[in-house]
């Protein structure tokens, strides 16, 4: 099962590897900056599978919201989230089943995922801290884009 989880993960990172270039929630494709945006108005369709996924990443984030704010969360604590992150992204991968157009939008809030991800699991405290930033800046735009009543805006 470990095999697979990582094997779908690095899939993920593969496929999103041209998002992940991007600083913030854009990214360049075919010459135009891609970034996030509604669907004619509206927030895009989502599905159980991602909802499931999302929410439980905004439990386990908010779960630590004091700590990291107040800079308490020790190193092993960012490195256990970036596993419970990881966990979520395989699932979304696994499960998720989105309309291309907001499958496309949704990539761009995954590749901020991924890269947080990354960040902390590197050996240095702040740039654990930003990754767990990354995160909440994600969180933070997926109810602005996507549909989901369950979802609140994270307070901070």
């Given at each position: 099962?470990?095999?697979?989880i990582?094997?779908a ?5 593969l496929t ?8 913030d929630?854009s990214?360049?494709?075919h010459?135009?900056i891609?970034?996030l945006h509604?669907?004619?108005g509206?927030k ?12 439980v ?13 107040n ?14 992150v990881?966990?979520q992204?395989?699932?979304?991968v696994?499960?998720c089943?989105?309309?291309p157009?907001?499958?496309?939008q949704?990539h ?5 995922l ?7 699991k ?9 990754g ?16 989901d ?8």
């Amino acid at each position: 099962m470990q095999v697979f989880i990582t094997l779908a993960l690095t899939l993920t990172i593969l496929t999103a590897a041209p998002l992940l270039l991007a600083a913030d929630t854009s990214h360049k494709h075919h010459g135009h900056i891609a970034e996030l945006h509604l669907n004619d108005g509206e927030k895009w369709s989502t599905d159980q599978p991602l909802r499931e996924a999302m929410l439980v990443l905004r439990t386990q984030l908010t779960e630590r919201l004091d700590r990291i704010h107040n800079n308490k969360l020790a190193a092993e604590g960012y490195i256990h989230f970036s596993g419970v992150v990881e966990q979520q992204i395989n699932f979304i991968v696994k499960n998720c089943k989105l309309a291309p157009e907001a499958d496309a939008q949704f990539h761009l809030i995954l590749a901020r995922l991924i890269n947080a991800s990354s960040q902390m699991k590197d050996p240095e405290l702040k740039v654990q801290r930003q990754g767990a930033i990354e995160v909440l800046q994600a969180l933070q735009q997926y109810p602005v884009f996507f549909q989901d009543e369950l979802f609140l805006p994270i307070a901070h």
